[in-house]
């Protein structure tokens, strides 16, 4: 084994979380360097009673969880390993794992080391023991970043352009989680392809991030209509049906302003904002946001 270092440890890049307003739920995000040992995780884990969701996107297992503490039958083969307890308490989140064996080595010392960890507890892991370990997070908002209309016919792409700016922007206290394009109806006076895009952040900071974005945008786009919204919430669903309509027909812009509120906030109100908007709801549902009503 001579060059590796840590022979029986695989570390998680970075694990981030966000919550909602009443601290009842917790999106837990975590960043995976092993894709067999992610799965056998998703797998797992999602049996615990505080799991009421988990998904694959990218290289990150998101696992929706409500706040609680419960006792886990663990078994091995059956039920190895998963979290046993969830709590928010002021600006932290605290996530507590436990697991046997190589499920054990996991639950423990390959999550405590990971970026954006503020601290943790672990215990001695491996062989046939039983570990367990908390790891506590700062507590973040979702932001989500919606921009439509920053190309001419000549140049441009917004895909592109929203991306770079949100790795631009991206630091320890502004988590970039994704990115999704997202078809719109092919209104007339589109440049081409018609779509919008959304960004997804886990923030400390929501406003800060939406001022340091917005300006980045105003300096690189090339249209003088472009469009950016800022959601910050939990969960975007009451700009679902707004969203399904922009990708089935034609919308207004005022119909796209008519619908900020105390959670979305317009910040640059060209034509754009009509798909700037519809994009936020379809953050990572990929295949949702792409598709193109009336056609496969």
Not at 115 to 125: H, N
Not at 181 to 186: A, E, H, R, Y
Not at 276 to 286: E, K, Q, S
Request: hydrophobic letters at 40%; charged letters at 20%.
């Amino acid at each position: 084994m001579s060059g590796i270092s840590e022979p029986y440890i695989i570390h998680y890049p970075w694990i981030c979380a966000v919550s909602d307003d009443t601290g009842g739920q917790v999106e837990l995000i975590e960043c995976f360097d092993c894709i067999g040992g992610a799965m056998w995780v998703k797998k797992h884990y999602a049996k615990s009673p505080l799991v009421t969701d988990v998904r694959t996107v990218g290289s990150m297992n998101r696992f929706l969880l409500r706040t609680g503490e419960v006792d886990l039958a663990l078994e091995g083969s059956k039920f190895p390993a998963g979290i046993s307890k969830v709590s928010v308490e002021g600006n932290e989140i605290a996530i507590s794992y436990i697991g046997m064996g190589g499920g054990g080595v996991g639950a423990t010392i390959c999550r405590a080391r990971a970026e954006g960890v503020l601290r943790s507890e672990y215990e001695e892991s491996g062989g046939g023991k039983v570990a367990g370990s908390t790891i506590i997070l700062p507590r973040k908002s979702r932001v989500l970043i919606g921009v439509d209309d920053t190309d001419t016919p000549e140049e441009g792409a917004t895909w592109t352009l929203v991306h770079n700016i949100a790795r631009t922007v991206a630091d320890k206290n502004h988590r970039y989680l994704s990115h999704t394009i997202v078809q719109l109806f092919p209104v007339p006076f589109r440049t081409k392809n018609c779509v919008g895009v959304v960004a997804e952040f886990a923030s400390s900071n929501p406003e800060e991030l939406a001022m340091r974005f917005s300006g980045l945008l105003m300096q690189y786009t090339l249209s003088k209509e472009t469009g950016m919204a800022v959601f910050t919430g939990f969960s975007p669903d009451r700009l679902l049906e707004y969203g399904w309509r922009t990708k089935s027909g034609q919308v207004t812009p005022d119909d796209a302003r008519a619908l900020a509120g105390d959670d979305l906030k317009i910040w640059i109100n060209g034509r754009g904002i009509t798909g700037a908007i519809a994009a936020i709801p379809f953050y990572t549902r990929y295949d949702e946001g792409l598709q193109l009503c009336g056609q496969s």
